[in-house]
Each structure stands twice: as structure tokens, then as C-alpha cells.
């Protein structure tokens, strides 16, 4: 998602923007989008520390992170512990200038 965001230089994707790889070639463009457009770049693909130190949940849960790296595991791929930032559709972050998360 940093590659881009920096080739977009912003943090909103739209219609007709593309989005690269870290070698700024495209992979996938958004041709259409019914929804109200807002879909996070920022925010980091969720994992079981986040359950337990920002929301207080003891036990297990599910989450991005674990789920990424079981899919890729059944794929043959191990050991995989980074999970690259995600891009969240429908998942509305506010942003404000300047200030942070709101
Ligand atoms: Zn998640």
C-alpha cells in the first residue's frame, strides 16, 4: 500500500486509479465503485496482539494476519511472519489533516 500511495500521491483510492507493486507496476484497478468510495490504505491488517492489547480480549480470535499466513501455508509457503499492508474496502477510516485518526 505505500508504493500506492505514493504513485497516487494520496491515501483515498478512486475510480480509474491504479494500484502498483513495489516496483510501480500496476496490478489492479478500480473500474467501478457502487459504494460510498471510502476504503482504508492506512490502517494495519489486524492480528491477535491487536485483540488483546487495543481491545482486551483474552482469548484467541481470529484475524487478518493468522488468516494470510494459514491460506499461504496450505499454499506450501511457511514461516511467513510479515503481513503486507492491506487495502481494507469498506472500511472507513477517518483522516484529518494533519491530526491523525479522528
Ligand atoms: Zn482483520
Known amino acids: ?9 494520496k491515501i483515498l483510492p478512486a475510480v480509474g486509479d491504479s494500484f502498483v507493486t513495489n516496483r510501480r507496476n500496476p496490478i489492479l484497478t478500480i473500474a ?22 487495543q481491545f482486551h480480549i ?10 494470510l499466513k494459514n491460506a499461504l501455508g ?9 503481513s503486507p499492508a492491506p487495502f481494507n474496502i469498506f472500511m472507513y477510516i477517518p483522516v484529518r489533516d494533519g491530526l491523525g485518526l479522528s
Open 58 to 67: 483474552a482469548e484467541y480470535h481470529e484475524n487478518c494476519t493468522d488468516s
Open 32 to 53: 467501478q465503485d457502487t459504494t460510498p468510495g471510502n476504503h482504508d490504505t492506512l490502517m494495519a491488517a489486524c492480528d491477535s496482539h491487536r485483540y488483546v492489547k
Open 1 to 9: 500500500m505505500e508504493h500506492t500511495r505514493a504513485h497516487l500521491n
Open 74 to 82: 496450505e499454499l506450501g509457503e511457511q514461516g511467513r511472519e510479515f
